[in-house]
T-cell receptor, first 112, second 119 residues
Framework: LAKTTQPISMDSYEGQEVNITCSHNNIATNDYITWYQQFPSQGPRFIIQGYKTKVTNEVASLFIPADRKSSTLSLPRVSLSDTAVYYCLVGPFPGGGNKLTFGTGTQLKVEL | NAGVTQTPKFQVLKTGQSMTLQCAQDMNHEYMSWYRQDPGMGLRLIHYSVGAGITDQGEVPNGYNVSRSTTEDFPLRLLSAAPSQTSVYFC??????????????????FGPGTRLTVL
């Protein structure tokens, strides 16, 4: 099972770009990388998912180097409402089931 | 669509009591899971199901039972509640694995959670 390592916390200011890097050295060939966001007292919410290179949606971008041993979630121009915990998950497609581990995530705090 | 619903939102039990946490989804998702989240921790998988009639254990299954008689419902049963089961419980569901817009999708949709306290 691929283990992920993320920073415990990060601080930023409104309007800045935030990059959160996740390390997953033993990622398997059929593993995908997925990021979730969780606000206090709510369930996690899917942000973005990718396999290699770069993926972009209306919320974030995900950069994955060729060796896939790490990935970087990029949040452009953060606001106070982006303050949340961000989880990096690595698991096989499809389903994943008990192979998905959330870990403790990265607590992002955005200030004025 | 209501998405994933969980009841109750809050529950207080005494040690040794039993109860069932309800989870339902109206999106026709094959995949459903139960997680627990303790303060300052990530989510840990308790049980999951890949379809009606099929369930399997996750990382922390002890003390919990599940069944999946329909696609929509996935109840979690606490047989004899213990203080160590005080936690927030999240139910999640996933659509049939496939593609959307040319990209693979494997998204879990989470319910609002049930906050359980065992005295």
């Amino acid at each position: 099972l691929a283990k992920t390592t993320q920073p415990i916390s990060m601080d930023s200011y409104e309007g800045q770009e935030v990059n959160i890097t996740c390390s997953h050295n033993n990622i398997a060939t059929n593993d995908y990388i997925t990021w979730y966001q969780q606000f206090p007292s709510q369930g996690p919410r899917f942000i973005i998912q990718g396999y290699k290179t770069k993926v972009t949606n209306e919320v974030a971008s995900l950069f994955i180097p060729a060796d896939r041993k790490s990935s970087t979630l990029s949040l452009p121009r953060v606001s106070l409402s982006d303050t949340a915990v961000y989880y990096c998950l690595v698991g096989p497609f499809p389903g994943g089931g008990n192979k998905l581990t959330f870990g403790t995530g990265t607590q992002l705090k955005v200030e004025l | 669509n209501a998405g994933v619903t969980q009841t109750p939102k809050f529950q207080v039990l005494k040690t040794g009591q039993s109860m069932t946490l309800q989870c339902a989804q109206d999106m026709n998702h094959e995949y459903m899971s139960w997680y627990r989240q303790d303060p300052g921790m990530g989510l840990r998988l308790i049980h999951y199901s890949v379809g009606a009639g099929i369930t399997d254990q996750g990382e922390v299954p002890n003390g919990y039972n599940v069944s999946r008689s329909t696609t929509e419902d996935f109840p979690l049963r606490l047989l004899s509640a213990a203080p160590s089961q005080t936690s927030v419980y999240f139910c999640a569901s996933s659509p049939p694995s496939g593609t959307s817009g040319g990209a693979f999708t494997d998204t879990q949709y989470f319910g609002p959670g049930t906050r359980l306290t065992v005295l």
